[in-house]
């Protein structure tokens, strides 16, 4: 489990390094083919579009992709992001809204492909607790690494991206070298949380059909969160910078993200030592209920300026990562035990991510064309506001749905 837990927390890590640096840079004063928006907000743009079709194409691949194919898959992937940086430095101005692009091509399918190694095990949870704990603490830390490439070392901030992709490429290697040294399930693995086996065409439009109520409330609400937390993720130093934290506040995403890590791995913890799996799926949904409650209540006390700017950050880090490190790392693993389920949890992990990367997008959009005039913590802190309210709502209906669902067939199988 430890070799496990080590090389899948390294190699996700890893992939921050080329998906999220270039968000460090600011790039002040630059717009994209000299119209209104800037170019940063452009170039993120084209990532989350490149990113979201990975999504979407990863539905296919990662749900049907057997053992030996993971691991020249997720290396050909990162081959791939990484060429796409140094383009990235080579193109001028507005063009490097198409090597971004290309960079979020392959990266979306770099999930799907670890899960793929961990799912299925009785200390599943455990090893998906350590893997999003990567993603939580990768993105302020790769940024730290940027931002301190360019001001320790003066790397410009067109080469910083492929700079700081280039310090992680060997730890990714080693990694996944190591998962795909990885045994399959073992029978007692098995037994517990049922057989996981690719799945094709037929399979996925059967799980769908099969809990399409659920599914339609998770995937909405996941489509909202991603979209926020994406946010969060993507104009960080402008929220701070808006707060009143400035460029003299070293470590300033690492610092605020820790804790967000160490809550949050705990609850995923926690959950793993629940044995039953419909118990441990309604636990999912409490612990998602419960960050949208802090979301929404932090929100209105730093209105009220009850609470420092850094510590509202937090919260609303660990309000997102209370719903979204679930979803990533128990639900889906849960609900296929909890149903019976023969398949894999990386189509649903994929398709949620497909919607929430759409969400994503779509959000940001909205920001650049219905609300540019708002700054970005006005835009942020509003729609942590309607998320926390809205998300609680989607929340409580979809643990209705499937908490009768599981029961029912809990009750079958008791036949």
């Not at 691991?71 to 101005?93: K, V």
């Not at 809204?97 to 399918?109: H, R, S």
């Not at 940024?143 to 310090?167: F, I, N, Y």
């Not at 769908?208 to 979209?227: D, N, Q, V």
Request: a positive charge; charged letters at 10%.
């Amino acid at each position: 489990m430890v070799m496990a837990s080590v090389a899948a927390f390294s190699a996700y890590f890893s992939m921050y390094a080329f998906r999220r640096p270039f968000t460090a840079a600011t790039f002040e004063g630059q717009v994209f083919a000299g119209g209104v928006i800037g170019l940063k907000t452009a170039l993120i743009l084209s990532q989350i579009l490149g990113y979201t079709i990975s999504k979407y194409i990863g539905v296919k691949i990662c749900s049907e992709a057997n053992a030996t194919r993971r691991g020249p898959l997720l290396l050909g992937l990162i081959a791939m992001a990484w060429g796409s940086l140094l383009l990235f430095a080579l193109l001028p101005g507005s063009w490097k809204i198409t090597a971004i692009f290309l960079n979020g091509l392959p990266l979306g399918m770099v999930w799907g492909l670890v899960v793929a190694y961990l799912e299925g095990r009785r200390c599943s949870d455990m090893l998906m607790a350590v893997l999003c704990g990567s993603f939580i603490i990768a993105s302020a830390a790769v940024k730290d690494v940027g931002r301190w490439l360019m001001s320790g070392w003066g790397v410009s901030e067109s080469w910083m991206p492929a700079t700081t992709g280039a310090l992680f490429l060997p730890m990714f290697g080693i990694a996944v070298l190591f998962l795909a040294c990885l045994p399959p399930p073992n029978e007692a693995d098995i037994a517990s949380r049922k057989p996981r086996v690719p799945m094709d065409r037929a399979a996925r439009w059967g799980f769908l059909r099969r809990f399409a109520p659920g599914m339609i409330l998770l995937i909405l609400f996941y489509f909202f969160l991603t979209a926020f937390r994406d946010y969060r993720d993507n104009f960080g130093v402008e929220i701070f910078k808006n707060l009143g934290y400035g460029a003299e506040h070293s470590a300033l995403f690492t610092r605020a993200e820790i804790p967000v890590a160490v809550v949050s791995l705990l609850v995923l913890a926690l959950l793993n030592m629940v044995r039953d799996h419909r118990r441990a799926l309604m636990l999912t949904y409490g612990s998602m209920m419960l960050g949208m409650l802090l979301l929404a209540s932090s929100t209105m006390a730093i209105q009220q300026q009850m609470i420092s700017g850094l510590t509202w950050m937090i919260c609303t880090g660990l309000g997102a990562y209370l719903a979204y490190a679930p979803i990533n790392a128990v639900l889906f693993e849960r609900l296929m035990a909890a149903t019976g389920s023969a398949g894999t949890a990386v189509f649903g992990i994929q398709l949620a991510d497909s919607a929430g990367y759409t969400g994503s997008a779509l959000m940001q959009l909205y920001k650049d064309l219905g609300g540019a005039a708002s700054s970005h913590l006005l835009y942020f802190s509003n729609f942590a506001l309607a998320l926390g309210i809205g998300g609680f709502v989607l929340c409580a209906l979809g643990a209705g749905y499937f908490g009768r669902v599981t029961k029912a067939g809990q009750n079958e199988g008791e036949k």
